[in-house]
């Protein structure tokens, strides 16, 4: 079983950056994404990454902003945030796959989950 904790989440103004961290207690050779859910919305799939890091795809709401890479030397999956807008704001969540899927979008296709991560932006 893997554990996931995320980090990294603040107040910061539209236009700033923000990196998060998610530190995974297992193997990390797995599927690795982020969602997140603003108040009253369901949870949306932001990013994902594969298990070696050598594909990733993204949310056309954050792409050319945002940013994932992993480190599985560290167990570390992160999210680079930049020209943050107001409506990025939301609890941030890292994600893990059991086994090897082919690029998932879906919270049915991921196992593990954070805890969340707050990241408010102000205008």
């Known amino acids: 079983q893997v554990q996931l904790v995320e980090s990294g989440g603040g107040l910061v103004q539209a236009g700033g950056s923000l990196r998060l961290s998610c530190v995974a207690s297992g193997r990390t050779t797995t599927s690795m994404g982020w969602f997140r859910q603003a108040p009253g919305k369901e949870r949306e799939f932001v990013t994902g990454?594969?298990?070696?890091?050598?594909?990733?795809y993204y949310a056309d709401s954050v792409k050319g902003r945002f940013t994932i890479s992993r480190d599985n030397a560290k167990r570390t999956v992160y999210l680079q945030m930049n020209s943050l807008k107001p409506e990025d704001t939301a609890v941030y969540y890292c994600?893990?796959?059991?086994?090897?899927?082919?690029?998932?979008?879906?919270?049915?296709?991921?196992?593990?989950w954070g805890q969340g991560t707050q990241v408010t932006v102000s205008s």
């Open positions: 990454i594969s298990g070696g890091g050598g594909s990733t």
């Open positions: 994600a893990g796959t059991r086994s090897f899927i082919r690029m998932p979008t879906t919270e049915s296709e991921y196992a593990y």
